[in-house]
T-cell receptor, first 109, second 114 residues
Framework: QKEVEQNSGPLSVPEGAIASLNCTYS??????FFWYRQYSGKSPELIMS??SNGDKEDGRFTAQLNKASQYVSLLIRDSQPSDSATYLC?????????WGAGTKLIIKP | ETGVTQSPTHLIKTRGQQVTLRCSSQ?????VSWYQQALGQGPQFIFQ???????GRGNFPPRFSGLQFPNYSSELNVNALELDDSALYLC?????????????FGPGTRLTVT
């Protein structure tokens, strides 16, 4: 059974600090990785996709991928209260996305 | 806004009944995936439709079925509803030929089975 693991949290981070979210996966041949943000009662919203080892930056967000260690992370710089949400990691395995249960992030003003 | 729409927004059904949920994909997308999300969990893959055919299915029983139409919109049908079917049902569209596999979600349908 292919799995994606995330710490459920909650992860509490002061406003303005860096939030670091981590995800590990079991399928060694996976090539596509995604981070989604989900506000309570809403549907997931795509933040970042990453396909190659290393870092990918988009505004305040940086995704990091290490295929050898089978982990992917998301850094949020200058955290804002509006970043408070559940962050879902998804990994493409064959024809489907396998999802983690999400990490709840709380940004404290 | 992703351009993916779902209807209805909320639905209350009784155990044993049948339900149909609808999804319109984002313009230019040719693939629709359906997910079930229980409270506090990640989405669980139900199935995916590409060019009007099911081309992938998760660990859901046959009473979960679907359709995709020539305009790429899709339906999810659930027969013989059970209490455990209460969840948020999400539809996601993507362009499978792009190679990126990025999926964009609609707002979801909240189904409550009593």
């Amino acid at each position: 059974q292919k799995e994606v693991e995330q710490n459920s949290g909650p992860l509490s981070v002061p406003e303005g600090a860096i939030a670091s979210l981590n995800c590990t996966y079991s399928d060694r041949v996976s090539q596509s990785f995604f981070w989604y943000r989900q506000y309570s009662g809403k549907s997931p919203e795509l933040i970042m996709s990453i396909y190659s080892n290393g870092d990918k930056e988009d505004g305040r967000f940086t995704a990091q991928l290490n295929k050898a260690s089978q982990y992917v992370s998301l850094l949020i710089r200058d955290s804002q209260p509006s970043d408070s949400a559940t962050y879902l990691c998804a990994v493409k395995s064959n024809y489907q996305l396998i999802w983690g249960a999400g990490t709840k992030l709380i940004i404290k003003p | 806004e992703t351009g993916v729409t779902q209807s209805p927004t909320h639905l209350i059904k009784t155990r044993g009944q049948q339900v149909t949920l609808r999804c319109s994909s984002q313009s230019g997308h040719n693939t629709v995936s359906w997910y079930q999300q229980a409270l506090g969990q990640g989405p669980q893959f139900i199935f995916q439709y590409y060019r009007e055919e099911e081309n992938g299915r998760g660990n859901f029983p046959p009473r979960f079925s679907g359709l995709q139409f020539p305009n790429y919109s899709s339906e999810l049908n659930v027969n013989a509803l059970e209490l455990d079917d209460s969840a948020l049902y999400l539809c996601a569209s993507s362009l499978i030929s792009s190679g990126s596999y990025e999926q964009y979600f609609g707002p979801g349908t909240r189904l409550t089975v009593t």
